[in-house]
């Protein structure tokens, strides 16, 4: 009881509804690990347009992939991603020591790369609040190459050299996507003057599979993600224009994206494959990787060809691309157009700026690679080329798979992080009936809502789903245990990947 009842009159008690609204969960944010021009490296960095990649990680370059996958990404309609950017062996951190009356304070680019060689770091007292205390600290470039015309990147004004100072140069500095501070503050602040790198940055061999697998306990390459707290989709580029991410990293990024409830997104690799022509070398490449990533093949969407598209640094020349960057786009796109319970292919899968395929699939193609669970991209008069398939790795006819559809699976990913998230507040709760009913109530409403979204089969909410909590899932030894069951189903939509038209010629009738 809420209050204590110590005089006569009336008393006023609040109570709570029992109703905990359960959010469904974002359902594209796509993760992105590969090499890049410059920014941070083994961080997760949020990015929601191709304006923020190119401001934290530079623009296109020729030898990094991921900038290519990114900008087709948001060309199709993503609208928020992860970057993990990693580096090779050798690589290294332009640094600066900016000359002080004490000991000199150092600033380190903030990744390796010789991105930042270009760089000048100015201060100035002028410009401060306090003049005698305060100095102002610029990251300037040259206005064009050879220019002595300098362009600021960053300016941060009003900074301290003390520890105390609100302003402190290091913590200010954590916010700079270029510079950081090296090391202790000393005690004087830095001269007026303009410094260069004191030491040079390197970029470093080409980045390897075990560059973008990382360390798990270090937390680098693909296991900087576990600071994420949710992604969707996980797409890895090209290692190299010519060099594939290998079967056995596919694998093992399968298996951390099964563990993290999201689906990994590959681009088919004909390297090393047996056969003639490419559709046989297909063939034998797809049925390796599935016996590679066996046990997590449901998590993982395989697609061939790749797409031919503009490369804006070859100017306009048309290059080859793996088309992950922009298939995890449509899907996006399809998300939010239709939900995530609508297969992200057909007609309205289009990509946009793709020139041709890398290689053109006929029907009795795609009629040879649909039924092993391997995605196919189609070129069409009128519609132009479009995504045409729709299964998961595990969706091999012989399989006879639950997870055969990509919509099946993301939608299943997705009811069950929600559910996950949504269910938290009943941890330690009394274990009685009390708790199961508003474990039906709110698990319940979820699902109808989804069902009125369209998102199940079935006329009527009992023919598409139920949620049962009670005492036949929960006995008596189940709650001595300190468990409570919850079973929820579902009636999934499947996409029509057959239309079959029957057409039949009727028989002139004699009038009797």
């Not at 004087?188 to 410094?195: E, G, K, Q, V």
């Not at 306990?217 to 290998?246: H, M, Q, S, W």
């Not at 997590?296 to 598209?309: E, I, Q, S």
């Not at 369209?454 to 949620?467: C, K, L, T």
Request: charged residues 20%; contains cysteine; negative net charge.
């Amino acid at each position: 009881m809420p209050v204590t009842l110590s005089y006569p009159g009336v008393y006023i008690e609040e109570l709570s509804s029992g109703v905990h609204t359960i959010t469904g969960v974002a359902t594209s944010i796509t993760a992105f690990i590969g090499a890049t021009l410059r920014g941070p490296s083994n961080v997760a960095t949020r990015i929601q347009s191709y304006a923020d990649y190119e401001r934290t990680f530079g623009p296109l370059d020729a030898a990094c992939t991921m900038g290519y996958a990114v900008q087709h990404y948001f060309q199709h309609g993503g609208t928020d991603a992860y970057i993990v950017r990693v580096a090779g062996d050798g690589a290294a951190k332009a640094t600066f020591e900016l000359a002080t009356a004490d000991t000199p304070l150092k600033l380190v680019a903030t990744g390796e790369g010789t991105w930042a060689d270009e760089l000048k770091v100015t201060i100035s007292y002028d410009d401060t609040k306090d003049k005698d205390k305060l100095f102002t600290l610029r990251i300037q470039k040259p206005a064009s190459p050879g220019s002595d015309k300098l362009v600021d990147l960053e300016k941060f004004i009003n900074l301290s050299h003390e520890a105390a100072h609100e302003r402190n140069v290091k913590s200010v500095l954590r916010g700079s996507a270029l510079l950081n501070v090296d090391g202790a503050v000393p005690a004087a602040r830095p001269n007026a003057a303009t410094f260069d790198p004191k030491s040079k940055g390197n970029a470093g061999k080409a980045i390897k599979d075990a560059d973008v697998l990382g360390d798990q306990e270090k937390r680098t390459g693909l296991y900087a993600l576990d600071e994420v707290d949710l992604f969707n989709l996980l797409y890895i580029p090209p290692l190299e224009r010519d060099t594939d991410v290998k079967n056995d990293t596919l694998a093992k990024a399968a298996t951390y994206c099964t563990k993290r409830r999201a689906l990994l997104i590959a681009d088919l690799s004909l390297e090393g494959a047996a056969g003639g022509d490419d559709v046989t070398k297909a063939e034998a490449a797809v049925n390796a990787l599935r016996s590679q990533a066996t046990a997590d093949a449901a998590n993982v969407a395989v697609y061939f060809p790749r797409v031919v598209m503009a490369d804006p640094l070859q100017q306009g020349r048309s290059a080859a691309f793996g088309a992950g960057g922009a298939i995890a786009g449509i899907m996006a796109r399809t998300d939010s157009q239709r939900g995530v319970w609508k297969a992200p292919a057909g007609l309205d899968a289009g990509f946009s700026g793709v020139r041709e395929l890398t290689y053109k699939l006929d029907d009795g193609a795609n009629g040879r690679l649909n039924p092993l669970g391997l995605n196919c991209l189609r070129s069409f008069p009128v519609f132009g080329t479009v995504v045409w398939g729709a299964r998961t790795l595990a969706g091999a006819d012989v399989l006879a798979s639950d997870w055969k559809y990509v919509p099946v699976r993301r939608l299943t990913l997705f009811i069950e992080e929600s559910l996950y998230r949504g269910t938290q507040w009943a941890v330690f709760e009394p274990n009685d009936e009390p708790l199961w009913a508003q474990i039906r109530l709110n698990l319940g409403a979820f699902m109808h809502n989804l069902f009125v979204q369209g998102a199940f089969q079935g006329a009527a909410p009992r023919d598409a789903y139920f949620v049962k909590c009670d005492k036949e899932t929960t006995p008596q030894n189940a709650i001595d245990l300190g468990i409570v069951n919850i079973v929820v189903g579902f009636a999934p939509l499947k996409p029509a990947e057959f239309v079959v038209i029957k057409i039949q010629q009727i028989a002139g009738q004699i009038q009797v």
